[in-house]
């Protein structure tokens, strides 16, 4: 069945960085869009990037872009966020999803926070 | 970015009774393929999203039949024919659309 297991999540200073991972299994990973997505502590879900299957077509929200970058690695099914220049406002559940418009797999998540 | 308002935002129900959710876009979510890329997701305390509407009204596998989905244009609603106690959570609506996708603002479900 397909499973989704996003990794390191932590504790981080403002301005710090941090790297997520996402590994996929059960589907062919190499066919879709993979997206991340958080959910800041008891509000609501927020999409903030995405990337296609060939790696040449990436979006980002307006709140990442420019500090965040997502990239992919089909031979060994894994999806990276690559969070920059981190503000107390990224704390939150991340999590990676699938297919991009009407996500029907999600990971559990994992937590970033943020602050000093 | 199209903004997604729902209505009510907290939603008590007496089981057995049935509930009724608004979620309404600020433009049109037709995509050019045709589809319209609306959804339905519930949150339960301490999970992930689950999908239960894909594509305004097609309901996934495994959720049972008391959820529909039902609209167009820029208006849709989630029914639950008759509550029950599992399906306490929030409930959110997503489109998919128009980067970048947007969710509406959750509707807390619970039991009177």
């Known amino acids: 069945q397909v499973q989704l297991v996003e990794s390191g999540g932590g504790l981080v200073k403002p301005g710090g960085s941090l790297r997520l991972s996402c590994v996929a299994s059960g589907f062919t990973f190499s066919d879709y869009y993979m997206s991340w997505a958080r959910q800041a502590p008891g509000k609501g879900l927020e999409w903030i990037s995405h990337?296609?299957?060939?790696?040449?077509?990436?979006e980002f929200a307006d709140s990442v872009k420019g500090r965040f970058t997502i990239s992919r690695d089909n031979a060994n099914n894994l999806l990276y966020l690559q969070m920059n220049s981190l503000r107390v406002e990224d704390t939150a559940v991340y999590y990676c999803?699938?297919?991009?418009?009407?996500?029907?797999?999600w990971g559990q998540g994992t937590q970033v926070t943020v602050s000093s | 970015d199209v903004v997604m308002t729902q209505s009510p935002l907290s939603l008590p129900v007496t089981l057995g009774q049935p509930a009724s959710i608004s979620c309404r876009s600020s433009?049109?979510?037709?995509?050019?393929?045709?589809?319209?890329?609306l959804n339905w997701f519930q949150q339960r305390p301490g999970q992930s999203p689950r999908r239960l509407i894909t594509?305004?009204?097609n309901r996934d596998s495994g959720v049972p039949d008391r959820f529909s989905g039902s609209g167009s244009g820029t208006d849709f609603t989630l029914k639950i024919s008759r509550v029950e106690a599992e399906d306490v959570g929030v409930y959110y609506c997503m489109q998919g659309t128009h980067w970048p996708w947007t969710f509406g603002q959750g509707t807390k479900v619970e039991i009177k």
């Open positions: 999803a699938f297919p991009t418009r009407e996500p029907l797999s």
């Open positions: 433009q049109s979510l037709v995509y050019s393929d045709g589809n319209i890329y």
């Open positions: 990337i296609s299957p060939s790696s040449h077509h990436i």
């Open positions: 594509k305004v009204s």
